[in-house]
């Protein structure tokens, strides 16, 4: 799904999401790098 097809609302929500997401990898211990290196994967 493209954000440009989102409300403001559901945009706010996924931010939010990524946030806790991002959150919960870095207290798993997972680096920026390996975030980057598995999002970049097709």
Not at 7 to 22: A, T
């Amino acid at each position: 799904m493209r954000t440009e097809k989102l409300g403001v609302r559901s945009k706010e929500i996924l931010d939010r999401e990524w946030v806790q997401l991002m959150k919960e990898a870095k207290n798993a211990g997972i680096s920026k790098k390996e975030i980057k290196e598995f999002l970049n994967k097709e």
